[in-house]
């Protein structure tokens, strides 16, 4: 059986030296939840937020075999949880993903520049609560805002940028997450207006306003593509990880 888990202490030794701010989310309890089998006693724990789950400590099968409902990102600790994944669900997806470095000092004058590519009859705008509205209306912009439980929530402790053409969001970079010290970034651009450097705006603009905040923009690269967006924007690969994406 699984138990959301109260006391998040129990579990932070469990992620010790797992540098991934979605799990930082999780344990000081600004957004998702842990989850354990032992909630007196944890030696496994599961850290999930948004559609990304986060698997620790001794593994356990029965913390794999009951995930969260719908389409998840199994992220294994190890190699024993990463078998554990691959025999409870073997139609998962096996994936590359790419951690970016956490310490990127960033250069305020080039993210500035970057803002003079906005083309004309587009727009910048900060998530508000209409544009947050908006957002939910379209799959492609929906996971801007999709990981906060609630409008309120997002407008209280989110951060966002889009930029619309004629009055439509086109491309945006977003909080996808929120930790205490800063954001998870979610980056898009539909299709049919991709390669006019919109997400390249879009995300200087957000890490702006971060650094005004204090706060630290951090990015994980689904692919390649994204790997080579943040390297314009100053920030630096880490190292490749295997996930599973697991649908239904």
């Not at 000081?28 to 944890?42: A, C, L, S």
């Not at 669900?89 to 994936?95: D, G, L, N, R």
């Not at 805002?145 to 609630?150: G, N, Q």
Request: charged share 25%; net charge negative; hydrophobic share 35%.
């Amino acid at each position: 059986m699984l138990y959301e888990l109260e006391d998040t202490l129990k579990a932070e030794e469990l992620f010790a030296g797992w540098n991934e701010t979605l799990i930082i989310s999780c344990l000081q309890k600004v957004m998702g939840k842990i989850y354990v089998t032992d909630p007196e006693n944890p030696q496994a724990a599961l850290a999930y937020v948004g559609c990304f789950g986060f698997y620790a400590g001794t593994p356990d099968r029965e913390l794999v075999m009951n995930k969260p409902e719908g389409f998840v990102i199994m992220i294994p600790q190890d190699d024993a949880w990463a078998r554990f994944i691959e025999e409870c669900y073997p139609s998962a997806e096996k994936v590359t993903r790419y951690a970016i470095k956490k310490d990127t000092v960033f250069d305020p004058v080039r993210l500035q520049s970057n803002l003079k590519m906005l083309p004309d009859r587009y727009e910048l705008k900060r998530i508000d609560a209409d544009i947050y509205d908006q957002c939910t209306e379209n799959p492609a912009t929906a996971d801007f805002v999709s990981a906060f439980e609630s409008k309120e929530k997002y407008l209280q402790i989110g951060r966002g940028m889009v930029i619309t053409k004629d009055g439509q969001i086109v491309s945006g970079a977003s909080s996808y997450t929120r930790y205490k010290e800063g954001i998870e970034i979610e980056v898009d651009t539909i299709k049919s207006e991709r390669r006019k450097h919109l997400a390249t705006i879009a995300c200087s603009a957000l890490i702006l306003n971060c650094l005004e905040e204090g706060l630290y923009p951090s990015w994980d690269a689904q692919n390649i593509h994204s790997v080579h967006l943040a390297e314009k924007l100053g920030y630096e690969l880490d190292h490749k990880y295997t996930a599973y994406e697991v649908y239904g």
